[in-house]
């Protein structure tokens, strides 16, 4: 069998990119002991969860239902640990809520769905609603396709934004209150695996017991 070499790279030429490994450049044998070295029993809590906060899990439900009831921002009411009394504001597709993480401390959340990449993507902030700077990417995934059995994968992922660092509103912020929700960045890991085990928990009972997973009240 004969390939031929599509013209990768071709804009750079011959100059070397560092940080970059390819075959080309690395064989098997070189690159080896490299990859053995980025493997370790044991990480650090910040090297893993430190710029990004990635979760998954398998979810016996089917997936186009699964997403659909992600997709209604009201989901957040019954699997987020802290999430309660949604109430769509004046501004269409945009939710208030009460994060009892904080006191008397408001989250507003808008949701970005993907129907056809079945991606859900929670826009949040805390005290405001102008400016939704925490985003909670999520994707549902076909189990059939990728475990090769029925069900979902959820991946969830969220980015270490300057802002979780300092309040960027202060002004917005209830009286007395002394937490912001970047206090909490470093148990974030623990908190999305909690939340998404209620997911889990949740979709499956009612997968097994011939529910809807999206339930009546939210239609």
């Known amino acids: 069998m004969t390939t031929s070499a599509l013209p990768a790279l071709s ?34 809590h910040d090297q893993i969860y430190g710029p990004f906060c990635p979760v998954q899990d398998y979810i016996a439900a089917p997936p ?27 501004e269409p597709g945009l939710w208030v809520s009460a994060d009892r993480l904080g006191p008397n401390t408001e989250i507003y959340t808008r949701t970005v769905a993907n129907p056809d990449a079945m991606t859900v993507d929670y826009h949040c902030a805390w005290d405001q609603g102008e400016h939704l700077w925490m985003i909670y990417l999520m994707r549902v995934i076909d189990a ?13 992922i969220n980015c270490n934004h300057p802002f979780y660092e300092q309040n960027p509103f202060p002004e917005a912020a209830p009286p007395g ?11 974030f890991s623990a908190g999305h695996r909690l939340e998404l085990a209620n997911l889990k928990a949740i979709a499956e009972y009612r997968a097994t017991h011939g529910l809807p997973i999206k339930p009546d009240w939210m239609k």
């Open 11 to 44: 804009d750079i030429g011959d100059r070397e990119l560092p940080g970059v490994l390819r075959i080309e450049n690395s064989d098997r044998d070189a690159t080896a002991p490299i990859i053995m070295d980025m493997l370790r029993s044991v990480y650090p």
């Open 177 to 187: 209150r002394k937490v912001w929700v970047g206090d909490f960045w470093e148990m």
């Open 144 to 156: 059939q396709v990728v475990l090769n059995k029925p069900g979902s994968v959820v991946t969830w």
């Open 64 to 90: 186009r239902e699964l997403y659909e009831y992600l997709a209604d921002t009201r989901s957040l009411e019954e699997w987020t640990y802290s999430l309660r009394g949604f109430t769509e504001t004046d």
